[in-house]
Nanobody, 123 residues
C-alpha cells in the first residue's frame, strides 16, 4: 500500500496550491481519505476528509471556506485545493486512508499514510 503526495511548494500569502495524493490501494473507493498537516514543533492536525463516494466532506474550522477536498475514484487520487493561503498554513501535508472510519478527524483512525509534501506560505 502506497500513498504518494505531491503538489507542495512555496507560495505567497493569498496564493493557491493543489495537492494530489495517488494511492495504490486496492478498491480505493472503499477508503475514506483525509489530509492532515504538521507544522514545526506542533502536533499533526486534521485538515479535511472525504467520504468513500466523495459525497460528504469535513473540514477543520481553520481551513473552512478556503480549502476543498475532492477525489477521483477512477484515478485513485484525492486532491486538496488550497486557496487564500496564509503563513499559518505552512506545514508538511499528509494524505491518509481509512477503511474503517468515515470523515474522522482523528489521526489514529487512518491506517495508511503518505510521505508528506511541504507547503510554505510566505508573508
Amino acid at each position: 500500500v502506497q500513498l504518494q503526495a505531491s503538489g507542495g511548494g512555496l507560495v505567497q500569502s493569498g496564493g493557491s496550491l493543489r495537492l494530489s495524493c495517488a494511492a495504490s490501494l486496492r478498491s480505493f473507493s472503499s477508503y475514506s481519505m483525509a489530509w492532515f498537516r504538521q507544522a514545526p514543533g506542533k502536533e499533526r492536525e486534521f485538515v479535511a476528509a472525504i467520504s468513500r463516494s466523495g459525497g460528504n466532506t469535513n473540514y477543520a474550522d481553520s481551513v473552512k471556506g478556503r480549502f476543498a477536498i475532492s477525489r477521483d475514484n477512477a484515478k485513485n487520487t484525492v486532491y486538496l485545493q488550497m486557496n487564500s493561503l496564509k503563513p499559518e498554513d505552512t506545514a508538511v501535508y499528509y494524505c491518509a486512508a481509512s477503511a474503517t472510519y468515515v470523515l474522522s478527524t482523528v489521526s489514529r483512525s487512518y491506517a495508511y499514510w503518505g510521505q508528506g509534501t511541504q507547503v510554505t506560505v510566505s508573508s
